[in-house]
Every structure is written in structure tokens, then in C-alpha cells.
């Protein structure tokens, strides 16, 4: 049993702490519920792959170590990288950013690719095995730790160490509440998002040149639809159309391109115009971000740990939950190295640490930005009403200073801590760029 460790859940969170696992462990097994594809293909049990999936630079940069060549494998594949301010088109504030590189470019490719590649790899890692259609009903235990899991079918299987990563569906409450042991506390913010997504076919001059991507944001509080279109494998389009609060998210072609067309900036649906649909409209609501605060536990069991949305769950607009598990997951290896793989109290209260270090910057920009609409509730961050008009006149210097847009994206990509973004000469040179670009009309888009 010393050297096994199961790994509950096959999603993106689930396959990178696998790999992980298998460097450390002789025997890795990877359960999930559903039925796993060959290839790649969409999971009843991601009922969001349809939606838009990015990787942040700093998830990207993880996935690169853990599996070296993915992201010239997902190039190969069709996947389309793209400079987040040279090739990214991004409206907010009544205006479009100018194109400057920053020099972080993400990969557009659809989950279910991303999922196939890396689910490929983990398979050919020497000791992983995986076992698709079984659902574990509980955990196992004994002495205040957890031993093992229990399947639906009554059989137990022991383990070292068993690693959630079920995702915001995860029951990690009840099955260590079946055991008494200690339930973590939970913070939500209802965010009342939706969004719909249909895919196009892509051809040259769907979007204005030198674009190969659109983001459209609103600006809050009158505001609350985004817009997004991302190139993907296959030549096609990943359109998306989003909000807060929204009554009735679009679930037709009509009512999609209305939505677009009542953004502020016409981008998008000029490229719905232009584009051959390839699909009917796929609709997805998120009703609120949660977060489960382990590292609060004075005593965790030992035996146990979750990762990635189990842990805590994001608004996906945002885009930062893969990247945040991938990043959780080489904590993870971090910590085993230095504790052991018999995987104690005390290792679980270091990677609970790390995770909540992890956490800590996206999701107080997450729930900060979603607090800027009317109808959001919950928790607000400390600080909220700073840290909303400290992000608009950042936003507003990074259109007029291409330096400060580099230097946000790095942070809102995971590679800088945000403590970058007050130093006092940065501070100052944003407000004063601010000031400019308020005193500037709006260039024509």
C-alpha cells in the first residue's frame, strides 16, 4: 500500500497530478466516472468542454515541465498561439488596446484536444494505470487518516495516498464527514454567470488585420455581456458570449448574434457574420465561485488531499482553474519530496499552504471583478473598492503605455505576484497615464 496512490478524477487536474505521482509512486491508478475516449473527442462528464479553455502562461509553463513537447505537439495538432497584446484584440473602457506583443502567447485549442494529448501521455508513464465507468461512493479509513476509496461496486482500494480531483462537484464534505474527520469551511460568491459558445469555420480576413483573436469586455456596473472568438484546431472559430447576471443566455442562432451585436465593441459579431457555423449554440451556467479553505484545518488527515476544483472553483470567464491545478499539482510533488510519500498531517498541511498561496491572487481578481456587477453576493474581498478603481487606471495606462499592459498581463497570467502591479514608481507612472488617457478621446476601431 506504501507505494500506490489513486487519483480520483481524469479531467486536466487529475492527469497532471498523476504525472506527478507516477515519479514518486510504482503504481498510480486513475478512476473516473466516465467513459474515457480513445482520441479526442467531448466527455459527457465535462459538460463545460464545449466553452472556451485557455491555458495561462503560467499553467502553459507548468504543463511544459510536467510534459515537455506539448505545446509544440498542440501546435501540430491545428491549436493557434497568439501574443495576448500583438495579435489579441481587447475592447473594454470604450476602446480597443493597440496591438503590441507582450511576448505571452497561450495556444487556442478546444478542451477536448488539450484533455487527449496530456491524457495520452500519462498513459504511456510507466505504473499508471486507468480505470474508466467506476464511481468511488466514500473513502476508506482508519486512525484519523484515509486509507483507501470504496467503490459503488463495494470493493476498496488501498492507497498511500488518494488525490480528489473531481472538480467542484466533489463530495470531499461528506466522505470525510462519514469518517469524522475535520470538514473544511467554504466561502461562495453567487456570480450568476452563463455563457454560450458555437464554433465557425476560419478563413483569412474573418477578423481586421493584424488580429487573431477578439476579447470583448464590458464595463460594469451598466455593462455585463463579454465577448470572446478564439482560433482552435481545424481551422475554426470558438465563439463565446458571456455574462453576469444575464436573464436568458443565448440558446439560438438568433439570439446569439442579437447578443453580439449588443456588444460594445462589434468585433465578434462581424466575424459571425463573416463565418460558416459549424454547430448549434452550446449553453453552460456557472452559478457561483467557491472556494473550500483546507489550509484552515489545524489537523488534516493525513492520506488525502484535492486538487484544483475541489479545492476551489473559479468563475471561467477568468479562465484560471487549469492553470491554477497544474500549478497545485507540482506543489504537490514539492511537498511529497520533502515529507515523504507516506503522505502525513503534515504534508497535507504544506500543500494546503502552497494551494492557498496558489489561489490567493486569481481568485481576488476573479471574485474583485465579479463584484463590479450588481447582483453579485457573497463574501467581498478586502479592499474591493480600491483594488476596482486601482484596475481601472490600470487598464486605462495600458492603453496608452504597451509596457503597462505587459506588465498586467504577466501578473493576470500567473507568472508575477499582483505585489508588482503597487510598487510606488509603477503606481505612479499608471496614474499619470491614466489621467492622460481620460483626457483623450476614443480612436476609431
Known sequence: ??????????????????????????????????????????????????????????????????????????IGAGGVPFDTGRDLATFRFGRRWPSAPTGLAPVGVTRPLLEAAVRARVAKLGGVAFRDQIAVSGLAGA???????????????????????????????????????????????????SYSTRIYRRRPGDLPEPWKAAFVLPTPPGERMSGVAMPIEGDRWLVGIGGWHLPDPPADEASFVACARALPDPIVADLIDRAEPLGDVQVAKFPSSRRRLFEQIEQPPGGYLTVGDAICSFNPIYGQGMS??????????????????????????????????????????????????????????????????????????????????????????LIEPASTLFRLRFAARVLRLARKRRREKAPAA
Not at 147 to 161: C, K, R, S, W
Not at 162 to 175: I, L
Not at 346 to 361: D, G, K, Q, S
Open 1 to 74: 500500500m506504501d507505494d500506490r496512490a489513486i487519483v480520483i478524477g481524469a479531467g486536466i487536474g487529475g492527469l497532471a497530478v498523476a504525472r506527478v505521482l507516477s515519479s514518486r509512486y510504482s503504481q498510480v491508478t486513475v478512476l473516473d466516472r466516465d467513459t474515457l475516449p480513445d482520441g479526442v473527442a467531448p466527455r459527457r462528464g465535462v459538460p463545460q468542454g464545449a466553452q472556451p479553455h485557455l491555458l495561462l502562461i503560467g499553467g502553459q509553463r507548468e504543463f511544459a515541465d510536467l510534459f515537455p513537447g506539448l505545446e509544440e505537439e498542440l
Open 143 to 193: 486512525d484519523g487518516a484515509v486509507t483507501g476509496v470504496v467503490l459503488d461496486t463495494g470493493e476498496t482500494l488501498e492507497a498511500a495516498i488518494v488525490v480528489d480531483c473531481t472538480g467542484r462537484g466533489s463530495r470531499s464534505d461528506r466522505w470525510l464527514g462519514a469518517l469524522a474527520l475535520p470538514v473544511p469551511e467554504q466561502v461562495e460568491v453567487k456570480v450568476g454567470v
Open 324 to 413: 491554477c491545478a497544474a500549478m497545485e499539482a507540482t506543489a504537490l510533488g514539492a511537498a511529497l519530496d520533502r515529507h515523504g510519500r507516506a503522505a502525513s498531517p503534515e504534508l497535507a498541511r504544506e500543500f494546503y499552504a502552497a494551494a492557498a498561496e496558489i489561489i490567493a491572487t486569481p481568485w481576488r481578481f476573479a471574485v474583485g471583478g465579479d463584484f463590479n456587477f450588481p447582483g453579485t453576493t457573497g463574501p467581498r474581498p478586502r479592499g474591493h473598492a480600491f483594488g476596482a478603481w486601482y484596475g481601472r487606471q490600470i487598464a486605462y495606462a495600458s492603453q496608452v503605455e504597451p509596457a503597462i499592459n505587459t506588465a498586467f498581463a504577466r501578473v493576470q497570467h
